[in-house]
């Protein structure tokens, strides 16, 4: 269609410029600057990889943070799915007020980050308080915190998500099952898992993907207190930059690492998800 | 009979469950309307005669953190952006669908994968850049949004615009209409369920956003994250009360919407999942 094509400028340049000031550029920008020490951008000078090797080398900072991500990536990765798979199950057995339950269960996906931050610092603070802490007391009760916060917010998203992918399943399949004296796990694990595994790979990564680029929740709730031992790898970054002057390269540098590793989970999905439409 | 036993246990047990979701909220409730230093101390007593502090918190965080005026910045620039980004990704998304040559390709693939790229990888540069370019007011942001929104968007109006026949388009030519008659009239009124969908996660993402609005907008126009996150931030000790208080008010809002939209919110969060 030759006469779209002189609408270029109406249909394309408007997301086209925004595209390139929000995003392109700031991107491009930041590969750069990550190899240079600068305060502001204007004062960049070129010093190669050492910004990546203070990443590591400077403090303990990064590595920690990296640690306390994946663990809590893991565990809340695990939790939920399992929570959710559970409650998904329920919600289709055909009980009065599923609608209502579903309601419910997904109302807290809907509040903010911070919000749910101050939410559950005040509960959790309340019940340690009875013990003579609080949930800058230890690390591993921020960890469990930033868990239980994850759950409460991401197991009515992943609930949808499966409650979709079970109202797929054949019911001629499980009645002929039922017909051969299939028990309750039989069907689940031979019949039911299976036929559901899209939904499964899609959750998993959308709750790893979440769990990892987690940010306003750990400010929020402990803001990496106490001595930076809860701090995720988002929250990290941001304090290099903002924290101490002179260390926006190295903040760069861990941004970078930080978009590869999130990069790197984005592009197993696709392979996997590519290649379960190549068996289908 | 097991069978009608079995659905009364798991009905009990999903209610069991439904109070413990609903219980945080109810708890932020209750201390909202109690003394400051009640709170802390016994989070999950009620008021009494004696803690009870009436509008007292809700009126103190409200002078505070400007919660009237968040609202507002909230709601201004959640509306502006998200009509902005419906109405220009799908423009966007139908002409790369329907021109193709090397740099709509080029585009498209960018915009894809500017959706695996975390913010933090552009926090420093696009605020920088946002200040130079003179974008850091409430109507700068709308652009900084379309654009960092347009990944997602773009990309889910473009899975559906595949979907939608040319022959439909060929008509309307025939019958007179011009390129941007055809778009409005006959093309982008097909394309409402995506349009559901894109609008209803970008509402989502920008109302609760509260890193970018922080370091683009600042302190000078609050969003209601951000006014929330300074109660907290700005003061050596925190005002409990006036931070339960403005807890409720931010969930308010958020409850209005989904009651009144939740059809179509589970439906979109569902598709965009599934696309996403």
Request: proline letters at 3%.
């Amino acid at each position: 269609m030759k006469s779209i094509k002189k609408y270029f400028p109406v249909f394309v340049l408007p997301t086209l410029l925004a595209f390139l000031i929000a995003f392109l550029i700031p991107f491009i920008l930041g590969l750069y600057l990550s190899f240079t020490e600068f305060t502001t951008v204007e004062n960049a000078t070129f010093v190669g990889f050492n910004n990546y090797i203070q990443a590591f080398k400077e403090s303990d900072d990064f590595l920690n943070a990296l640690w306390f991500t994946i663990r809590f990536a893991l565990t809340s990765v695990i939790t939920i799915n399992i929570f959710a798979f559970i409650l998904a199950l329920l919600l289709t057995r055909k009980i009065w007020g599923t609608n209502l339950f579903r309601t419910v269960f997904f109302m807290p996906n809907l509040i903010g980050g911070i919000v749910l931050g101050y939410i559950w610092q005040l509960i959790i603070n309340g019940v340690l308080l009875n013990y003579g802490y609080s949930i800058t007391s230890d690390e591993k009760f921020g960890f469990w915190g930033l868990v239980v916060l994850m759950n409460w917010q991401m197991i009515g998203y992943v609930m949808i998500i499966y409650i979709a992918g079970l109202s797929s399943v054949p019911t001629d399949i499980l009645e002929a099952a039922k017909v051969d004296g299939a028990g309750f796990f039989t069907t689940l694990f031979r019949i039911i898992i299976p036929s559901v595994m899209p939904s499964i790979t899609i959750c998993l990564f959308l709750t790893i993907t979440n769990s990892f680029k987690l940010f306003d929740q750990n400010l929020a709730l402990t803001a990496g207190a106490p001595g930076g031992r809860t701090k995720m790898l988002a929250l990290d970054i941001y304090e290099t930059f903002y924290g101490k002057i002179g260390y926006e390269g190295v903040g760069q540098a861990k941004a970078v690492i930080f978009f590869l590793i999130v990069a790197a989970i984005a592009l197993t999905q696709l392979v996997l998800t590519r290649r379960k439409e190549v068996e289908q | 009979m097991t069978k009608k036993l079995s659905h009364i246990v798991t009905f009990i047990l999903l209610l069991g469950l439904a109070a413990l979701f609903l219980a945080p909220i109810f708890i932020v409730v209750i201390n909202s309307f109690k003394f400051k230093f009640s709170i802390t101390d016994t989070p999950f007593v009620f008021p009494n005669a004696e803690t009870f502090s009436g509008a007292q918190n809700y009126i103190s965080g409200i002078q505070q953190t400007g919660f009237i005026s968040a609202f507002f910045w909230s709601l201004f620039i959640t509306v502006f952006s998200v009509a902005a980004i419906v109405i220009f990704t799908s423009m966007t998304a139908w002409y790369i669908v329907r021109v193709k040559t090397f740099w709509t390709n080029l585009l498209y693939y960018a915009l894809v994968f500017s959706m695996i790229v975390p913010f933090q990888m552009v926090m420093f540069t696009m605020s920088k850049t946002a200040n130079v370019l003179g974008l850091d007011n409430p109507l700068g942001i709308i652009l900084i949004y379309l654009g960092f929104g347009a990944g997602l968007s773009t990309f889910m109006f473009s899975g559906f615009v595949k979907s939608v026949p040319i022959t439909i388009e060929e008509a309307a030519t025939i019958d007179g209409c011009n390129t941007l008659q055809t778009y409005f009239l006959v093309v982008f009124p097909v394309l409402k369920p995506t349009t559901v969908t894109v609008a209803i996660l970008n509402t989502m993402w920008i109302w609760n956003d509260y890193l970018l609005p922080y370091l683009v907008i600042g302190n000078d126009y609050k969003t209601i994250p951000v006014a929330v996150q300074y109660l907290k931030g700005g003061y050596g000790s925190v005002d409990m009360g006036a931070l339960m208080a403005m807890l409720v008010l931010s969930i308010i809002p958020v409850v209005i919407f989904y009651l009144t939209s939740q059809k179509y919110i589970i439906k979109g969060v569902a598709a965009g999942a599934v696309k996403g």
